[in-house]
């Protein structure tokens, strides 16, 4: 009886292990403060995976939106596109770096500054097509330049 069982109980590991979803690692991501109300902010990512996946979008608290942006040309904004998935080959990293391919975060619902916790989701897909998520802290770094009134124009008299 207790082989029965024991046997039954690799089973059914290996059936689980089969079924589960691949592992994908989120390393050093990172984005500039951003105040709220912002358009737009960047979350730049290191994704590695254990098996051909594919990033099919992303969520996070501080954005109403977050789309995948590919560059052409490294450090020519007029070059971003907004792509519905980008690949990530198993074994690489695959890198959203400053200046590349980025993740936009549209339209900020609340001011992050150095410290602040921000959390992203990434949305992907095996081959298969079955999705799984992946989530992970951003570190906020950098400086948030506020303008001061004495900074601004002065007024227009008439």
């Keep these: 009886m207790t082989r029965v069982l024991v046997a039954a109980g690799a089973c059914a590991a290996i059936s689980t292990a089969a079924l589960a979803a691949p592992q994908v690692a989120l390393q050093n991501a990172w984005m500039r403060p951003a105040p709220e109300g912002a358009d737009i902010a960047r979350v730049y990512v290191d994704m590695r995976s254990e098996a051909n996946v594919t990033l099919e979008g992303a969520s996070t608290p501080i954005a109403k939106k977050v789309e995948i942006v590919r560059v052409k040309t490294i450090g ?12 990530v080959p198993m074994g690489t990293t695959t890198r959203l770096a400053y200046l590349g391919d980025h993740l936009r975060l549209v ?6 500054t150095n410290g602040s916790p921000v959390r992203i989701k ?20 950098g400086i948030l330049l506020v303008p ?4 601004a124009p002065p007024a227009r008299q008439n």
């Design 76 to 87: 020519d904004p007029s070059t971003e596109s907004v792509v519905k998935k980008l690949a």
């Design 107 to 112: 339209n900020v619902t609340q001011t992050v």
């Design 122 to 141: 990434l949305r992907f897909f095996d081959a298969k097509g079955k999705r799984f998520d992946v989530a992970t802290d951003v570190l906020v770094r």
């Design 148 to 151: 001061h009134e004495a900074d």
